[in-house]
């Protein structure tokens, strides 16, 4: 087994998010799923567009705004996912080359274009995302860079990727191919529905032993187990990875990693203004701290310092500046 | 005459700002005009973009970011400008419409693009702006509505779109349709180079008594008058235009509308984050006023108070309720 040459490999949805702050009527006018992620069509996205107020343009994409934190927490990290060849998909291309992460995906040629994600942020803070998929959904298993896969100490997965089928296939081969190098793999389940239509599929995965971290959230967790109770349900699937971490909002996080358990409480923030990227920072800060082996509940603690930076603004990548902010609160 | 169906029409560049915050180094390393604004050409503004970190997109230009501030003010407004048929152009004509301002003129097919403009935003909070004007520069005059120029009360005009030969065009016939309408019209010089260019012309305009209100800053001022001396300068040009009004950044701003003259210290910003926008929300601010028939000094106000707003945050637009901060403070 050779050395690996990156920190994080991930492979996940190209976007770019669309964001606009908006009332709780809007919400109920649209008839939108607070608070969750909801595919929607090009149609679909041009009519909810066509509702929203003046917006802003920030990259987006699950696993690509973890691999931003963990940039900037100084892990080495490239990243595979696909954009169209338009003004977008060069937005998307942009930011992640200019946070430091390899992005060599060849953008695609035609329609559909770029993925975006129309996210309306209420009062509250909470973000309801409504996602057009676009070239995203097309990311082929021949796109891999296969040397590029086996030379990642961890290969970052994306749940959101494994509902449109070509990625899924890719994603599946990126698997065989990270564990035939001896690398370890991650999980994000990221949101419930992806968990309802291809719960068998996780499941087999990690009955197989096919992941070593899985990262949920409570509803995540209840979907994949069956199980309503956090701690039953926890329990359950503690065993099957060697890693699991279990964020719970407001509520902090507990990871287990082979019988060793830990807990953090939810940093404190002044004002949550969006919670876009609450997650996928808290699996950056974690990554960070896992790469480097550090005790579990360290990892903890950093995914918690990491997502609290990210839900006191608008935008789901760090804007202050993670490397100091951590050295200053662990 | 009949009354006006608008407040404000205004003419100006459609562009999206691309805004990205970087340190002292970066500006002298790659040689950028500090706290100006620079023409690019596609493959200057490739170099730079390429220079730049992760970066936000906002829709800009300086005119319809005035109206932006207006609309949401209570001020009827409708705007003209040039997008091509891309995403930045969908962007551009989505936030411009989402603010209330009306916004007809059709997309432009084919390159180039929708313009761009690459600001720098330095920790003093000072923009260093690089604008690649593409499809804007191509504004004609065939794409002029002259029922709706006839139909505001004010023609508001972007020195900026003086620059490029056919929007040149477009604006002075829209100044004749204006005026033989019995509109008014107001300018703003929008940029020191401009003047050095165009100073000839500006002067002709003035002198010949076409300008109504005239928004210029110190530096715009000293170009046009060839006065170093900011109150000999204004007492140059304030007899020929009906309305003068000068914004001096931290000294405040002055107005004089025949002879009668008022001034305003800078409204007090906790901290400049980003001065993009800043003479624009002054002229929407000013000019919300001016469209009530309000006192010259309430006027200026309402100008110190919009752009203390849009300073306190990144972005050329108003993020806060500009309204009922006026209110409050007024």
Redesign the interface.
């Known amino acids: 087994m050779t050395e690996p040459r990156y920190d994080v490999i991930a492979i996940g949805n190209a976007i770019v998010d669309?964001i606009?702050s908006c009332d709780d009527e809007t919400i109920e006018e649209l008839e939108l799923n607070r608070g969750g992620m909801t595919l929607v069509d090009a149609p679909g996205a041009d009519r909810l567009?066509?509702a929203?107020?003046?917006?802003?343009?920030?990259?987006g994409g699950s696993a690509a705004n973890t691999l931003?934190g963990l940039s900037q927490l100084g892990t080495q990290c490239a990243f595979i996912g696909q954009v169209a060849d338009?003004?977008?998909g060069k937005?998307f291309a942009?930011?992640i080359r200019?946070?430091g992460i390899d992005f060599d995906t060849p953008m695609r040629a035609g329609d559909p274009?770029?993925g975006r994600c129309l996210i309306f942020v209420t009062p509250d803070g909470e973000r309801t995302m409504n996602t057009f998929l676009g070239a995203g959904q097309y990311l082929p298993a021949t796109a891999l860079d296969e040397s590029l896969i086996a030379s990642g100490a961890i290969l970052y997965l994306e749940g959101y990727l494994w509902d449109p089928e070509e990625p899924r296939k890719a994603m599946r081969r990126a698997i065989e191919v990270a564990r035939s190098a001896g690398r370890k793999v991650a999980f994000t389940a990221s949101e419930s529905f992806v968990i309802e239509r291809h719960g068998d599929d996780f499941r087999d995965l990690i009955d197989n032993g096919m992941i070593d971290i899985l990262f949920v959230n409570e509803s995540e967790l209840a979907t994949l187990t069956g199980e309503p109770d956090f701690e039953k349900g926890f329990d359950m699937v503690a065993p099957k990875v060697p890693c699991l971490v279990a964020t719970r909002s407001a509520k902090g996080a507990v990871a287990d990693a082979g019988g060793v358990r830990a807990s953090v409480a939810a940093e404190p923030v002044a004002k949550v203004i969006d919670t876009t990227g609450a997650g996928d920072q808290f699996a950056a800060g974690f990554l960070s701290g896992f790469a480097k082996d550090e005790p579990l509940e360290k990892c903890l603690r950093r995914g918690a310092i990491a997502a609290a930076e990210v839900i006191s603004h608008y935008?789901p990548?760090p804007e202050a500046d993670l490397q100091a902010l951590i050295a200053q609160k662990l």
């Open positions: 669309i606009a567009y066509e929203m107020g003046p917006a802003t343009e920030k990259s931003a338009d003004q977008f937005v942009h930011d200019a946070a274009p770029t935008g990548r």
